[in-house]
């Protein structure tokens, strides 16, 4: 991935932040000397390994985890909050008009070698893991033993984990880093002033750039 010096972001936690605000993955991986590209929901074991652990399941009938590169590492991308930028917010295009649109966005690659696990114990520790996660801001939580018992193990025959240890982590938040001070206030309050989720979070991760540059 290009990464201008001031996109960079080299903070482990940052980077893990942003994967579990965004844990739906791209996963990218080399399978009989072919680009498979696969896209799953992963939960982040920050503290196994010294970058953390990804771990997620696919379909069984899936044929990539019989057929995936374990000399070559996969990467998985988690794109963030991205929204596309008018230069209308910039106080310098009003000035002398030499500004264009762009889009900013925040993004995180993982590589490492993929493996597979079959054993059930974990499929179901994992599924009941990732549930819980995601079910967490419902007003009914959804569990795992809501079902039958056999139906979740008849279930669970027809996925695989899959899980990363990370080798390498890569974070790039395009925020507009480099514009002027005036540019980067304009653009928060355009970004707010949209509302949205995506819009909101870019503004505050500008926003936390602002502060943070003056008080270093």
Do not use: C
């Not at 960079?8 to 000397?33: C, M, Q, Y």
């Not at 039958?148 to 080798?167: H, K, N, S, T, Y």
């Not at 790039?172 to 355009?190: C, F, I, S, Y």
């Amino acid at each position: 991935m290009y990464i201008p010096t001031y996109n960079a972001e080299h903070d482990t936690h940052v980077l893990h932040e942003l994967i579990n605000r965004k844990p739906f993955g791209t996963w990218a991986t080399l399978s009989d000397g072919v680009i498979v590209v696969n896209h799953i929901p992963f939960v982040l074991h920050a503290h196994r390994g010294e970058l953390g652990t990804l771990v997620g399941h696919i379909a069984r009938a899936n044929p990539v985890w019989k057929s995936f590169s374990s000399e070559f590492q996969s990467a998985i991308v988690f794109v963030g909050d991205n929204s596309y930028i008018t230069p209308s917010w910039y106080p310098g295009k009003h000035e002398h008009g030499k500004a264009v649109p762009t889009w900013n966005y925040t993004a995180v690659h993982a590589y490492g070698v993929p493996t597979v696990i079959e054993d059930k114990e974990w499929l179901l520790q994992h599924v009941a893991e990732i549930t819980d996660i995601h079910e967490s801001g419902q007003k009914l939580p959804w569990k795992v033993d809501d079902a039958p018992a056999e139906f979740i193990d008849r279930l669970l025959g027809a996925i695989v984990g899959i899980e990363v240890p990370i080798q390498r982590l890569e974070g790039k938040l395009k925020l507009g880093q480099n514009r002027p001070e005036p540019d980067k206030l304009g653009t928060v309050a355009g970004l707010m002033s949209r509302g949205d989720p995506q819009s909101l979070g870019l503004a505050d991760l500008l926003n936390n750039h602002i502060v943070k540059s003056k008080t270093t």
